[in-house]
DNA sequence: CCTGAAGACTTCAACACTAAAGTTCGAAGC
DNA sequence: GCTTCGAACTTTAGTGTTGAAGTCTTCAGG
């Protein structure tokens, strides 16, 4: 019998830290602030989703029609919008979204007719049982979201914010969309 | 002709300021600052994924396989992990990981052989090629990360990444894994 | 030894997504 | 009015992922 403790060292998944000193030791010219900052964004973000996944399941749902619903219902009355522009603003191909909407509209989330003013165009629209959806969704998320940055000061919220907002904005200004697929992980 | 302006309002793609004041309208009790900071999360990492896509795409590889890289660089030399190891790393499944070695392998970037000393095991081995790879991968992503932050002092910095690795150990703590598939969008 | 159980990986069937081709409708020219 | 073109959606083929079943190896008893 081997000992215990040098035979097999255990990979242990890598903390932050670790995955920082990693990268330093393996590629010079690093910035660790810099990549602190990245990697955490990607982890929390990472984690926030597979959060996000457990309540939006316990809904019976997945993420997936949790975001459709999202965009219709930012959409404002009367919550409607055709399948390609929910898929532009998903990030899918037309055809995903095809069958996205047809699984949400056998389980009652949303409702597909065509435009009978226009009849290329289909109109998918949030039925009521959608909206309740969205809003016990909404409410579970808000929870976990004040519950995440509870021990952040309104100061620090504020700083936070704005920081990630101008992130964004720049990131937009240089990166001119161009279609974005995701569906990646990370 | 119908006027231009009022025939088709042409949904436009909400920005985040009109998407939280849609959530606002549509969801009463919302901390407008917390779903700031939320939002801008999800965005800011969503464009980054796609940023990386855009590199890693110019070195013939996805994401996904240089996640793989990634997690094998981070192991250290000599550059080995298990499929099951990397699965548990990665957040996908073993069934997935072996079709993803699979394609991997074939393009060079790693090696799979058994492991003598107990045949049950695979070790999966970062290339030569593989490495080089993810050095290129590198070099690109810093300079876009350095490009992205380069409005933000020292200070500002500094706060941003403990703000978000705080929140990244809260979550953390707050959600034991339980082992959290992704590969969803937002 | 031989058997049974557990572990690590792979295979299989089902599902979701992408890219490209196909269908349907509406509008503009002739 | 017929044709052509473009727009919006759907269908099809191929890829990647999950969950479950299967295979192979090791280890512990009998």
């Known amino acids: 019998m081997p000992e215990p403790s040098d035979a097999a060292p255990a990979p242990a998944e890598p903390s932050l830290e670790e995955q920082i000193a990693a990268y ?18 990607q982890r929390l973000n ?14 019976g ?13 930012v959409s404002g009355a009367p ?17 995903a979204m095809t069958h996205r909407i047809d699984r949400m509209a056998s389980e009652g989330l949303v409702t597909r007719e065509r435009d009978e003013t226009n009849r290329v165009r289909v109109i998918v629209e949030l039925t009521h ?3 309740e959806k969205w809003l ?11 519950e995440l940055l509870q ?4 100061r620090e919220r504020q700083l936070l914010g704005e920081a990630l907002t101008h992130l ?19």
Chains 1, 2 share one sequence.
């Open 24 to 41: 330093q030791r393996e590629f010079q010219d690093l910035d660790p602030q810099v990549e602190q900052i990245v990697s955490a964004l």
């Open 46 to 59: 990472r984690r926030m989703n597979v959060a996000y996944g457990r309540q939006t399941a316990t809904l």
């Open 61 to 73: 749902m997945s993420n997936a029609e949790w975001e459709v619903l999202k965009a219709l219902v």
């Open 79 to 95: 919550y409607q919008l055709g399948p390609g522009e929910l898929a532009k603003r998903l990030g899918l191909t037309p055809a």
């Open 129 to 131: 049982e959608g909206r």
């Open 136 to 146: 016990e969704a909404m409410r579970m998320a808000t929870v976990f979201e004040e």
């Open 151 to 154: 021990d952040l000061s309104g």
């Open 168 to 186: 964004l904005r720049r990131v937009e200004d240089t990166q001119p969309d161009a279609e974005g697929r995701l569906n990646d992980l990370n």
